[in-house]
Nanobody
């Protein structure tokens, strides 16, 4: 059993920053890919950023240059540093981890960008 627990969401003004964290608990073996997805109201869940075990990262075009994903393999933790936030970034952010070909999801954390 693997659980992902996110933290760090909240309300922030446009132009502000937030840092999300996600820790994997349980029967952890080798976590391959870790990432962040987001789902805005009325929209489908979409990829924000993913990172491999070696640190290779990919970003959605909408967040490139503003978000940075990183991970600490020793702590089974992935981070998402978000900057220059805009109202369109408002969404529930979900952590994802791929291990032994199976995907695991966190419960989500709300990020609201509003003045």
């Amino acid at each position: 059993q693997v659980q992902l627990v996110e933290s760090g969401g909240g309300l922030v003004q446009p132009g502000g920053s937030l840092r999300l964290s996600c820790v994997a608990f349980g029967s952890i073996l080798n976590i391959d890919i870790m990432g962040w997805y987001r789902q805005a109201p009325g929209k489908q869940r979409e990829l924000a950023a993913v990172i491999s075990g070696s640190g290779s990262a990919n970003y959605a075009d909408s967040v490139k240059g503003r978000f940075t994903i990183s991970r600490d393999n020793a702590k089974n933790t992935v981070y998402l540093q978000m900057g220059a936030l805009i109202p369109e970034d408002t969404a529930v952010y979900y952590c994802n981890a791929r291990m032994s070909g199976r995907h695991y999801w966190g419960q989500g954390t709300q990020v609201t960008v509003s003045s």
